[in-house]
């Protein structure tokens, strides 16, 4: 489905080289303070063309706001936002008409509808996040008006290299002081290296994606199918290129006893947060801190054996624009992901 959510609902529309992307958004509360700088801001994170480390693809995203607000506030109506489509290429994709991409969607989307836009994955290329994030931009606003809930992604590790962070105080600022978006100033620069050297190897390079929510309200998550941690886990791993999603102490959790894992409660909190500010599935007060994995990006300038339409064997050497690590722009699709489920479940237990 292209529709998200339960109350707070968003429905995101466009192909990577049509004429645009665009989402809208239906179930926002009327009356909301909205600032479109804010969801420009976001979009700008996300946009390609940053540096050296992202695909050269050049795109201002700059959103248009066709719907749903007046006078700088939300109308509680559905919300409908754009973004042009400005440096496509189409028909750079030329070649790959009848050839299936390895790790792409090629394959399935073709066995599924008959049919595929081949023209930069089409509605698979990661170029559909743009309606997430902006989306995402109105529930972070929605969550800060209405419950001071702030929600942060930055990179926690690119291939071997795993940085040091300190979930409970890092800040916005300090995220985007890196040209990788990861706050540790001796392992971030290091990651540039690896992710520099890896394009110019022509190869890619995945790694983990680390977010926290802070100020989440008590209550949060409906059992028993629609745990705020279960939530959260299908809205990142729908994301293009996510592989794992893990949630406090997450598989660690495997090598602890009983006694090490659980959280000791003090005061009305918990003495630690292995349960990553969930337990039963419902938000508990504490910091919601999980972890997402992406793969490296399967589009490579290395040979790969492929097939084409027809079953013939191919040789695939991909020529064209991509990100030799996705990992750069993605802590603004994350900390979307996230706060559309939390906007969802906050209206939901209101």
Known sequence: MNTFGHLFRITTWGESHGGA??????????QINLDISAIQFELDRRRPGQSHLTTPRQESDTVEILSGVFEGKTLGTPISMLVWNKDARPAAYEHL??????????FTYQEKYGIRNWQGGGRASARETIGRVAAGAIAKQVLRE???????????????????????????????????????????????????QARRDLDSLGGIIE???????????????????????????????????????GFAGVTMTGSEQDDGMERIRTRTNNSGG?????????????????????????????????????????????????????????????????????????
């Open 146 to 196: 209405v419950s001071g809930t702030e929600t942060l992604a930055y990179v926690k590790q690119i291939h071997t290299l795993e940085a040091e962070v300190d979930a409970d105080t890092v800040t916005l600022e300090n995220i985007e002081a890196s040209p990788v978006r990861c706050p540790d100033p001796i392992v971030g620069p290091k990651m540039a290296e690896r992710i520099d």
């Open 211 to 249: 977010s926290v929510a802070r100020n989440v309200p008590v209550g949060l998550g409906e059992p028993v199918f629609d745990k705020l941690k279960a939530d959260l886990a299908k809205a990142m791993m729908s994301l293009p290129a996510t592989m794992g999603f893990q949630i406090g102490s």
């Open 278 to 350: 969930t337990q039963g599935g419902i938000s508990n007060g504490e910091n919601i801190l999980f972890q997402v994995a992406f793969k490296p990006t399967a589009t490579i300038g290395k040979p790969q054996q492929t097939v084409d339409m027809h079953g013939n064997e191919v040789t695939l050497e991909a020529s064209g624009r991509h990100d030799p690590c996705v990992l750069v722009r993605a802590p603004a699709i994350v900390e979307a992901m996230a706060a559309l489920v939390l906007t969802d479940h906050l209206l939901r237990q209101r």
């Open 97 to 106: 008409k009848d050839v299936y991409r390895p790790s792409h969607a090629d």
């Open 21 to 30: 992307v665009g989402v809208v958004v239906d179930g926002c509360p009327p």
